[in-house]
Structures are given as structure tokens and as C-alpha cells.
């Protein structure tokens, strides 16, 4: 650990000295002001000695922006993104890049990334949560990159933290019964129907309207998803392009969209004030009850996504076609997920080798 010597002289000055060791050598440098005397044992702390001194001589020598100027000017002017994600953006430009934003952009090695990716892991954030704070970084460099403010983006090549998931739990038709008839509301009780008898995910189920599903066609078109913004939530495309799509209607879910209907609200799925539902209402009013029933199974509501998926798959619909039902982006996406439900594919493939050895 550096430390640090302040030492008053005869002219009234002060001067900040900072001792560490390398290689059982005590060294020292003499700053004039405070701050980057502590600074510079900061950087020694997290660092290392070679790297601190590395990140002085470009600090000293450079006028490069900051991390901190380049993320916020990049968070400002990135394009594509909704005002939820450009929220989520600037909070981990302001609070998970503190340690590195006041760093010049070509002092943020494969060094500096390391040891903030450890701090993230110390504090306990999952995994996915790693993952997606360094993919913003990364995102930032590379683009710094491509503007030549650097020569390469230091994230790349870098080992993420990784987590178990939790398991999907894939509900039997019984046993999506018993939670269904542990439903009391109609409102909830249907919104559960409609989520697993579409497979649809909760965001795009809440943002219909009743003009977007043909009850002769038994057709629903799906073109829109609640998102949450500055604002708190806001209605726009759905999670890729794949998920813009148009879907046949099971019959259980041509019932529940008619009398949805009859309400006469603005989208299909309304509380009582005739606003739409949120995920959090349907979860404290109907399912973290009704799930008991279960017990000791916890599925989640996501998880009536995954049985709509599943029965489809035992059913033998082939999985492109599931693929292009869930609004998946490419079916590599529906075969990493559902792979493991697909037994009768795995036996085919083991009877074919039987049959070969007799």
C-alpha cells in the first residue's frame, strides 16, 4: 500500500510526497498539490507502481479527454437507443465508471479494465450484470477507436464473470391448471391464459390494443412493447425485429381476447382505472400466490413464455416455426434455449445409431 508524507517549508509552501515499494525498493514522488498526490497512491493501490506511472505520463503530457468526457459525450449522441436504455446508460457512466472516468482515454489499459471488472465481481453484481456494464464500455471504446482517440479497445479479450442461470421451469398442462384455478381475478386469470397459451413476452401482451388481433382470422399482430423510459414507461418497437410479427391465435386465447374486448380500453389487458397492467401488479395481485400451488416449484411469470415454447416442441411443430413464433432473431436462439426440451429429435438420433449397430 502507497502512503503519503506532507511536509511544510520554511516559505510557507507544502509539498505531498508519495512512498510505496517495488521490488523491496521504497521509492517516493513529490507532488505540489494534494489531490494528485492522491491520485497517483490510488492508481498504485489499484494498479500497480508501472501502471501509475504510465497513467502520470500521459496525464502529465497529454490533453486527451477523460473516460468520463468521452462516455457522457457518447451516452449524449448515441443513436438507436430508447430513453430507458440511454437512462441506464448514463447511470453507469456516473456511478460504475467513477474509479476510471477521470483516467485519460489512452491511460485505460487491459490493466485498468481488469481490476475494475474485479471490483464489479467483489461487490457481488451477477454476472449478467458484469456483462452488460462491459459491453457499454466497451461499446464507448470501440467507438473511440473508430474516431482514432485510441489505437485498440482494451476491453476486447477480456474474461467476464459468469453466474449459473436459473433454471426455466417448463409447466405440465396439469400443472398450469392448478395455478390458473388459484387465480382469482378475471383480469389476472386471463392475462395468464393469453401469456401461455402465445408465448408472447409480458411487455408485448400489455402493449395490444384491441385492433391488433383479428378474432375471424384468429390472428394477433404484434408490433409494439412497454419499455421503460425517463418518463417511467413508454410504448415502442418490440425487443428485435424478429419480434415484429403476425401470430395464430390458440382457441383458449381467441376467447380471452374477446372478452377483453368488450372492456373497451385502450389496450387489451386494463386494471380498473382502465390503465395498462404492469408486470409488478400481475406478480404481487395474482402470481406469487397462485404459484404455492406448486410448491416447491417457483416458476416465473417469464416462465409461461418458455411452456407455451415447450409444448409447441413436444408437440412436434418444427422449430422454426416456434422460432418465428417467439419473435426470436434467428432460430440459433430458440435451439441454444429449448434444445434440451427437443427429446423426441434426441431419440430419433440415438435410434438411428442403434439401428446402424443392429
Known amino acids: ?172 398442462r396439469d400443472e398450469f391448471d392448478q395455478v390458473h384455478a388459484a387465480i382469482g381475478r378475471e383480469l389476472w386469470a386471463d392475462l395468464a391464459m393469453w401469456l401461455v397459451s402465445t408465448g408472447m413476452r409480458f411487455g408485448e401482451a400489455t402493449a395490444l390494443r384491441a385492433t391488433d388481433v383479428d378474432l375471424d382470422a384468429g390472428t394477433c399482430r404484434i408490433a409494439r412493447a412497454w419499455k421503460r423510459s425517463e418518463q417511467g414507461w413508454e410504448v415502442g418497437p418490440p425487443k428485435t425485429r424478429r419480434s415484429v410479427r403476425t401470430i395464430n391465435l390458440p382457441a383458449p386465447a381467441v376467447d380471452v381476447a374477446r372478452r377483453r374486448a368488450a372492456d373497451g380500453g385502450e389496450y387489451m389487458f386494463v386494471n380498473g382505472a382502465g390503465s395498462p397492467v404492469r408486470q409488478q401488479n400481475f406478480f404481487n395481485e395474482a402470481w406469487s400466490e397462485a404459484r404455492k400451488a406448486l410448491a416447491p416449484k417457483t416458476p416465473r411469470i417469464h416462465d409461461l413464455r418458455h411452456t407455451c415454447a415447450s409444448w409447441m416442441i413436444g408437440a412436434g411443430v418444427p422449430l422454426v416455426v416456434v422460432s418465428r413464433h417467439l419473435g426470436h432473431e434467428d432460430i440459433t436462439t430458440t435451439a441454444n434455449t429449448y434444445s434440451h426440451v427437443d427429446r423426441a429429435s434426441g431419440k430419433a438420433a440415438a435410434d438411428a445409431i442403434s439401428k446402424i449397430l443392429g
Open 1 to 172: 500500500m502507497a502512503s503519503i508524507q506532507s511536509r511544510k517549508h520554511k516559505d510557507g509552501s507544502v509539498t505531498h510526497r508519495v512512498l510505496w515499494r517495488d521490488g523491496g525498493r521504497q521509492r517516493s514522488l513529490t507532488f505540489e498539490d494534494i489531490t494528485s498526490a492522491e491520485g497517483f497512491r490510488s492508481n498504485i493501490d489499484a494498479y500497480g507502481s508501472t501502471e501509475a506511472l504510465a497513467i502520470l505520463d500521459i496525464t502529465d503530457t497529454s490533453d486527451e479527454q477523460t473516460l468520463g468526457e468521452w462516455v457522457d459525450q457518447y451516452v449524449d449522441t448515441l443513436a438507436g437507443i430508447g430513453d430507458g436504455t440511454r437512462k441506464q446508460y448514463r447511470r453507469y457512466a456516473a456511478h460504475d465508471l467513477a474509479a476510471l472516468r477521470p483516467l485519460p482515454l489512452p491511460a485505460i489499459t487491459e490493466t485498468t479494465v481488469k481490476k475494475w471488472l474485479l471490483d464489479l465481481e467483489v461487490s457481488k453484481a451477477a454476472g449478467k450484470t458484469v456483462q452488460n456494464k462491459h459491453a457499454f464500455l466497451s461499446g464507448a471504446l470501440k467507438a473511440a477507436v473508430r474516431g482514432g482517440l485510441i489505437d485498440r479497445n482494451p476491453c476486447e479479450g477480456q474474461r467476464i464473470k459468469r453466474t449459473e442461470r436459473r433454471e426455466m421451469v417448463m409447466l405440465s
